[in-house]
């Protein structure tokens, strides 16, 4: 019970970073570029690659490290990311804002959110992936965690526009986002610590072995969350192209993306 606890209002909170901070960049940015309607489908094509970016570099931790070492290397991912906040953007456009806006903001963005983004993002499979390492019950059937994570990202979409946005300035939202992210680092070494613990390096044994995915498995696989995610990108350019480029708008398609996960 005690080490779902931990896990469980961490994962939470990683989402809701996670989805804060989303919408949060891209009013950030929105100003620089003129109100363009492309900076939050940029945003939100950048958002999805480091998203996709971190389960690599989660994937590939489990993959090849040991729990302990992958304690070790994720724990100094996360106090390097200090060095980028609190996230804000003191460039100002240039020449390549004007000719190629796209690039800009796609380079300002890999430089000033890319490395925080993206730690945040690996929180919910490697967590997932240390409690199943670990002896507890919650080990044996770790999937409630994704449950959670998705709550919180919803709720942190709910209350972006609701309450985040009307009664805080970005500069306010940017200093109440370091906070948690201190928060969410203090709960993910106190997590790692209970992990380091009680990891063992007993193997389970299973009835039978595994088998690997055939390419049909794979490439159906690919095509369930690729279609999906591009159909979202595709209703979310529409929405703001035809009415207006705000926050509020900008999160219905997420929101309802989000639902849709089993």
């Known amino acids: 019970m005690y080490v779902a606890l931990l896990f469980g209002p961490t994962l939470f909170l990683s989402a809701f970073l996670l989805f804060c901070c989303e919408p949060m960049i891209g009013k950030m940015m929105l100003p620089l570029l003129g109100g363009a309607a492309s900076v939050w489908i940029t945003c939100l094509l950048f958002f999805q690659l480091m998203l996709l970016a971190g389960y690599v570099y989660a994937h590939l931790l489990e993959r090849f490290a040991t729990v302990r070492l992958q ?3 994720h724990s100094a991912m ?6 980028f906040l609190p996230l804000h953007f003191s ?13 800009w903001l796609l380079s300002h963005l890999i430089a ?17 992936n240390w409690l199943s390492k670990t002896s507890t019950a919650a080990g044996r059937d770790p999937y409630f965690l994704y449950a959670v994570s998705n709550a919180g990202s919803l709720i942190a979409l709910l209350a972006y526009p609701l309450f985040i946005e009307p009664r ?6 940017s200093s109440v986002w370091l906070a948690g992210y201190g928060a969410l680092m203090v ?14 390096q007993t ?9 690997a995915p055939d390419w049909k498995t794979r490439a159906y696989w690919m095509a369930a969350a690729f279609v999906p995610s591009a ?12 009415l207006a480029s705000v926050p509020f708008l900008w999160i219905i398609p997420l929101a309802v993306y989000l639902i849709t996960f089993r």
């Open 71 to 73: 304690i070790v290397v």
């Open 78 to 83: 996360m106090l390097a990311a200090l060095a």
């Open 91 to 103: 460039a100002h456009p240039d020449e390549t804002a004007s000719s190629q806006p796209i690039v």
């Open 112 to 128: 000033t959110v890319g490395v925080p983004f993206g730690v945040v993002s690996t929180t919910a499979p490697l967590l997932q």
């Open 168 to 173: 805080l300035g970005v500069r306010m939202q």
């Open 187 to 200: 709960m993910v070494l106190v997590a790692a610590a209970t992990v380091w613990k009680s990891h063992t």
């Open 203 to 211: 193997v389970r044994v299973t009835s039978e072995p595994s088998t």
């Open 231 to 242: 159909l979202m990108l595709a209703v979310t350019n529409h929405i703001l192209l035809n």
